[in-house]
Nanobody, 122 residues
Framework: QVQLVESGGGLVQAGGSLRLSCAAS????????MGWFRQAPGKEREFVAF????????IYTDSVKGRFTISRDNVKNTVYLQMNSLKPEDTAVYYC???????????????WGQGTQVTVSS
């Protein structure tokens, strides 16, 4: 089992940057694929980014390609989401998730963090 704790959210102006972190407990972090998801008020949770166990493979939803970068440090048991050129429509609660598959489907992830709020003002 793994526990996930996100941090790094906050309020930023449009065009600004934030870096989210997701710290994982346990010694098996490198055995999990990791994803970032977000949920805006009144909307369903949506996929943002995926990273493979080694970090060699990544997947992004179209709306964040070229602006967001997912990465991981398997020594620090942490996955990151660097968010640049933020837009008001990026406002949401951001969640990290751990799983065993190469997938963008939220229901295929096994463990979830509590979420961190990102608010982008116009």
């Amino acid at each position: 089992q793994v526990q996930l704790v996100e941090s790094g959210g906050g309020l930023v102006q449009a065009g600004g940057s934030l870096r989210l972190s997701c710290a994982a407990s346990g010694r098996t972090f490198s055995s999990y694929t990791m994803g970032w998801f977000r949920q805006a008020p009144g909307k369903e949770r949506e996929f943002v980014a995926f990273i493979s166990r080694s970090g060699a493979s990544t997947i992004y939803t179209d709306s964040v390609k070229g602006r967001f970068t997912i990465s991981r440090d398997n020594v620090k048991n942490t996955v990151y989401l660097q968010m640049n050129s933020l837009k008001p429509e990026d406002t949401a609660v951001y969640y990290c998730a751990a799983g065993q598959r190469i997938t963008i489907r939220s229901y295929e992830y096994d463990y979830w963090g509590q979420g961190t709020q990102v608010t982008v003002s116009s």
